[in-house]
C-alpha cells in the first residue's frame, strides 16, 4: 500500500514538474520574442544601406552592366560560325559529281567552317565598348548613390524616433507635474485655500498632458515603424535608437568633394551619351568584314557504286577568303534619326550634369548653414531651459503656498517643457545637417 502511495506521489510530483517547466519555457520564449533590440544611429544607418531594397535593386543593374561590358568587348572579336547539313533528294535534281541533271535518288551532307572580321565600321564597335564601359561605372555610381541615399533616409527616421522617445519622456514628466499639482489643488480645496474654478482648471490640465502623452505614444509607435520600413527591419521585431552623445562631434569644414556618387553618376552619363553619340555617327559610315571559310561535302547516289567517304572529302575539300563592304545609302533615315536622337541626348546629359552639380552646391551650402545656426541655438535654448526650470520651481513653490493660480503655473510648466522639447529637436537637427555637411565634404556619412 505504501509503494502504491509513493508510486502516485511521484507520477503526481512529475505532473507539476512538466507543468512549471511548460510554463517557464513559454514565459522565456515569450520574453526573447519580445526582447527590444537597441542600435546606436551609425549601425542603422550601416543596417539600411546593406538591406535597403532600392540598394539591391541598383546591385542587380551592375550586375546587367557588366555583362553589357563583357557583350560589347566580344562584339570587337571574330565571329567564328560552323555549319552541318544533310539533304535527300529524288526526281529531276543535280548531280554534285556532274553539276548536270539526272533522276537519281541521292543523299549528301555538307560541313563548314566561316569566319569574319571586322576591319572598319566607323568605330562603332570600339565606341561600343567604351559606352558599356562608362554605363557600368555610372552604375557603380548609382550604388554608392543608393547606399547613400538608404543611409541618410534612416538618419533622418532615427532622428525622428529619437525625438519622438525622448517627446515620449518629457510628456510623461508633464504629466507627472500635472498629478502633482492636481493632488495639491484637491487638498487646498478641502483646506479652503482653492476654489473650485482652480480644481477644475487643474483637472483640464491634468486631462490635456495625459492627452499629449498619449498621442507622443503613438508617434512614436509610427516612428518605429517608420524606421523599421526604412531600414527593411523585421517589422514583429522591437526596435530603439540609442541617444548620440552630444560635445563628441568630428565638424568638417571644406568644399563639396568632386568625387559625390551623384555627381560621378551624371559625369558617366555624359561619358556614356557622348559614346552613344559617335556610335551612331559610325553606323553612317561604310563596313569593311574580311570573310574567310572552308568547306566539305559528301553524296551517295542509291543504286549506284560510289567513292568512298575520306577519298570524297578529299576531293571536294574548298576553301574561300574575301573583303565585303557594306554601304548604307538609304534605309528610311533610321541611321541619320538616331545619330540626331544620340546627340540630343549628350546635350540633355550635359545639362542634367550642371543641374546636378547647381544642386549639390545648394544643399551643402544649405547643410552649412543650417548646422551652424543649429549650433548657435543649442547654446540659447540650453540658458532658456535653465531660466525656464528656476521660473517653474519658483512658480510651483508660489502656488503651494497659495500666492498663484492655476493658469500661471500651467503658463509656466508649459514654457519650460516646450524649451525641453525644442533643445532635443535642435540637437538632434544639429547631429543631422553636422553629418550631411561632412558627408558633402568627405563622401562619408558615418561617425
Known sequence: MSQRFNSFGTIIALFFYMRIKFVISMFLAALAATAQIRMSVDSCMRYAANHNLDVRAARISLSDSRLDQQSALASTLPSVGAQIGAQFSFGRSIDPATNTYNNLRTFSNSYGLSISVPLFTGGSLVNDFRSARAAKRQ?????????????????????????????????DAKH???????????RMKELGLKS?????????????????????????????LKLKSTMNFPLADSLSVEMPATGAATVSNGLLAADNPLLRQAEANVETQRLNALSARGRL???????????DYYYSHQGQTNESFGRQMDVNFGQYVGVSVSIPLFDGMSRINGYRKARNRYVAAQIALERQRLQLDTDFSQAVIDRDNFAKEIVKMERKVDADSVAYALARRKYDEGLMDVLDLRKSADNWFASQAELVRCRLLFDVKRRLANYYITNKIFD
Not at 176 to 186: G, H
Not at 285 to 295: C, E, R, T, V, Y
Open 196 to 224: 473650485a474654478v482652480d480644481l477644475s482648471q487643474s483637472e483640464a490640465q491634468e486631462a490635456d498632458d495625459d492627452y499629449c502623452l498619449t498621442s507622443a505614444l503613438a508617434q512614436l509607435r509610427s516612428a518605429e
Open 176 to 186: 507627472r507635474e500635472s498629478l502633482d499639482a492636481l493632488k495639491q489643488t484637491r
Open 285 to 295: 559610315m561604310p563596313s569593311i568584314f574580311l570573310n574567310a571559310g572552308i568547306s
Open 139 to 171: 552604375a557603380e555610381s548609382e550604388v554608392d548613390a543608393q547606399r547613400d541615399n538608404a543611409s541618410i533616409a534612416a538618419l533622418d527616421a532615427c532622428v525622428n524616433l529619437l525625438y519622438c522617445q525622448e517627446l515620449s519622456k518629457i510628456m
